[in-house]
């Protein structure tokens, strides 16, 4: 099925289960401990082997030679795979550093061997005996360095950008912006590792992984081992968190696959949390200059944004810049990012890419130009709201709501009770408010699904669509509930597994909406083969309370499918419709903290999440998604950043311990609150993603509120204490 018209009324305006609040169908297998993911899978009958990654200790430079001779004599141990023995491999299509293969090093920690042995205890000793020699070379690992020679990447698809005359318009500006910010090195750190087990039988191999994008995965570790991408089998039905540190293979899944073929057994393999932050990927480090011109009046008639980031040879860049590109109006604009060559870890998707380090910046420019203005921050971004892409005023929004976001969270929030800097103190605590836009673009992939509907009038759900905690099997249930017109107890839903139909995957926010689309599509090609077996004209066929009605003749589901049952098999894949009106979400984060006059030390008290994003699927796992990302902003703004160590090249605070997630203690109460709309030109769900507009703004609301409760602006990231204890007023 092909979504190119915007969608009109459809069995999914029903919302008789579909926008309901059901809670999600795999918690009660997760809360029992029932639910299997990667590491987990066992067999008492399997003879399963356990590998050990062993990692490069230099960050740039060349293998000369491994010797292995005392970790293959240590007790227990099966086979040790080197990747001088493996030689080189082909690199995946969403790889920028290769997993695996050959005597160049490109970062700390990529994998170089993998020993595997009886158990986990004995393979971890044995990697510790494998000894290697480098020829190290120089590396560059300082962003601020490397910025001097950065450039743009030449199959850049994240253009410079160009509207009016910026340079005359800021120059002739009434009131005007020029500040630099920076946002660090940032991990996933989701608590479930990246593990594998791999098992071959003859020359086919089943990989259970904890991955995103499962069709992504098997496409690119066949190109790796060089083998038919139909002799891998790839599950991965739980996954517990990515972020977007799962959506593209990683070495836990090929050490795996090739330990086991070494060693004859199946093999688990999970990475440590050391090599979970210096083997994956990560979110790259930005520095960027802002630069807006208004009127007196508030009108901004000149914005620029320009970023610099960094990546390994052939990497991508951060595109901080893409939301400035579409948040506010101004007739004169100019965006611009560039690419430093860094030796790091690969830098790669995570969170909100673009978006969230991006409006961590833009908008603590747009409270500092509101500042200048004599203006309130939330007047000041509605009198520059659009209704039009400002780089091509032809192109309308498809919906857009962002007035109301601010509006409604202003007046749920209190926001009129926000004082001046450092105006409200309640004993050793100043107290302030921040607001920040959230923004994210609306994307939709390619999703194929297959329903199967038994003699029982049970409909089963295949998709190798990935559920990592943000209550995929629950709206897909729902979907086909809604379509077929059965309780929900009647809906069954397989995922993650290669042998069903591609789905879109998980990232981007563009799970939810691509999978249920392609459910939707799969449910239409169902409903159409049980209205011809039955002889109805399918176009006034209705499905509903198990039964199936075509004028005054109603026919039990159970009986139209027959003994043999029947299938409906199909993919959702789109038009145009993204081109010719603009598509994104739209939110608004409140937020109230409280600074220690003595110390600096901050901490958020309450916070409030203003979302428009089309037709909530499900308004439970939709909070869920939002609460969460909410958090991670959180850390975010306060704690999370990289230490690099710019001599030897790699992330100093590798483990839980030296990068501080936000917890429950940092924590205070949320609200989220959703705004009640559809989107005819999204899908035919009428939806769009949330999980990303959550974190979007969140860390400069945060950044803005500890500026209204202390005066002292802070413009690089983590907000930590130190950038403000020399600042703080007077303690008495």
Request: with cysteine; proline share 5%.
């Amino acid at each position: 099925m092909k979504f190119d018209t915007p969608a009109t009324t459809n069995p999914i305006d029903q919302m008789k289960v579909v926008g309901k609040p059901i809670p999600r169908i795999d918690g009660y297998l997760k809360v029992t401990g029932q639910a299997k993911y990667a590491y987990e899978w066992h067999d008492a009958s399997t003879p399963y082997a356990y590998g050990y990654p062993v990692g490069a200790s230099i960050a740039r430079g060349r293998i000369t030679s491994m010797d292995i001779a005392a970790a293959e004599k240590a007790p227990g141990v099966l086979a040790v795979v080197t990747t001088l023995a493996v030689g080189e491999r082909k690199k995946g299509k969403f790889n920028t550093a290769k997993l695996f293969g050959g005597d160049e090093v490109q970062h700390y920690h990529q994998a170089i061997a993998v020993v595997v042995a009886e158990t986990f205890e004995q393979a971890r000793a044995a990697a510790a005996l494998v000894k290697v020699d480098y020829a190290e070379e120089k590396g560059a690992f300082d962003l601020k360095e490397a910025m001097k020679t950065a450039d743009k990447p030449a199959d850049s698809q994240q253009p410079d950008t160009s509207v009016g005359d910026f340079d005359a318009a800021i120059g002739s500006a009434a009131i005007t912006l020029d500040e630099a910010y920076s946002t660090p090195d940032q991990s996933h750190a989701m608590m479930e590792p990246h593990a594998s087990i791999a098992a071959w039988n003859g020359d086919e191999v089943t990989v259970w992984t904890s991955s995103q994008m499962i069709d992504w995965w098997r496409a690119d570790l066949a190109t790796t081992l060089d083998i038919d991408k139909e002799k891998i089998h790839l599950m991965s039905p739980f996954i517990g968190g990515g972020f977007g540190g799962k959506l593209f293979l990683r070495s836990d899944a090929v050490l795996a696959v090739l330990g086991a073929q070494a060693a004859k057994r199946p093999v688990k393999v999970a990475l440590p949390r050391p090599f979970m932050i210096n083997n994956t990927t990560h979110r790259p480090a930005t520095i960027q200059r802002i630069r807006i011109g208004a009127e007196r009046d508030g009108k901004i008639t000149a914005i620029a944004h320009e970023s610099w980031s960094g990546d390994q040879p052939g990497g991508q860049l951060e595109a901080a810049v893409a939301q400035t590109r579409l948040l506010y109006a101004g007739a004169n604009r100019m965006t611009a990012m560039r690419l430093a060559t860094l030796n790091l870890p690969e830098g790669n998707a995570m969170r909100a890419p673009g978006e969230a380090p991006g409006l961590m910046a833009l908008e603590i420019a747009m409270d500092e130009m509101a500042e200048k203005l004599g203006l309130d921050p939330i007047e000041f971004r509605i009198l520059n709201d659009t209704q039009v892409d400002p780089e091509k005023p032809e192109r309308p929004f498809s919906h857009r709501n962002l007035i109301g976001c601010l509006k409604l969270g202003a007046e749920t929030f209190g926001w009129s009770n926000r004082g001046k800097p450092g105006a409200r103190r309640e004993g050793n605590w100043l107290i302030g408010q921040g607001v920040a836009v959230a923004f994210r673009n609306n994307m939709m992939l390619p999703s194929g699904a297959r329903v199967r509907l038994d003699r029982q009038g049970i409909a089963t759900v295949e998709t190798d669509m990935t559920d990592i905690g943000t209550g995929s099997y629950t709206i897909i249930a729902q979907t086909a509930a809604e379509m077929l017109g059965l309780p929900m107890d009647r809906v069954a839903v397989q995922l993650g597994d290669s042998r069903f139909p591609v789905s879109a995957g998980s990232g981007g926010q563009f799970g939810a909406n691509s999978s249920t689309s392609g459910v939707y599509a799969a449910c239409v090609k169902l409903r159409e083969a049980v209205a011809a077996k039955l002889g109805f004209n399918s176009d006034d066929v209705v499905f509903e309370n198990g039964e199936v009605r075509s004028g005054n003749r109603s026919v039990p589901l159970t009986e139209a499918v027959g003994d043999e049952g029947l299938v409906g098999e199909d993919t959702m894949t789109w038009g145009d419709l993204t081109q010719t009106h603009q598509q994104s979400t739209f939110g608004a984060h409140f937020v109230e903290v409280g600074v220690d006059v003595a110390t600096g030390e901050s901490r958020v008290r309450r916070m409030l999440a203003v979302c428009a994003a089309g037709r909530i699927l499900n308004p439970i796992t939709a909070r869920s998604q939002v609460i969460g990302a909410m958090t991670m902003g959180v850390g975010g703004a306060l704690s999370e950043e990289l230490a690099v160590d710019t001599r030897r090249g790699f992330f100093v605070n590798h483990d839980l311990a030296g990068y501080e997630v936000a917890v429950h203690a940092d924590i205070p109460h949320q609200d989220v609150i959703f705004m009640d709309e559809t989107d005819p030109m999204s899908s035919p769900m009428k939806a769009k993603g949330v999980g990303e507009l959550g974190l979007c703004g969140v860390s400069a609301a945060i950044a803005n509120a500890i500026y209204n409760a202390s005066g002292v602006r802070v413009r690089h990231y983590p907000l930590t204490l130190d950038k403000l204890i020399g600042k703080l007023p007077d303690v008495a």
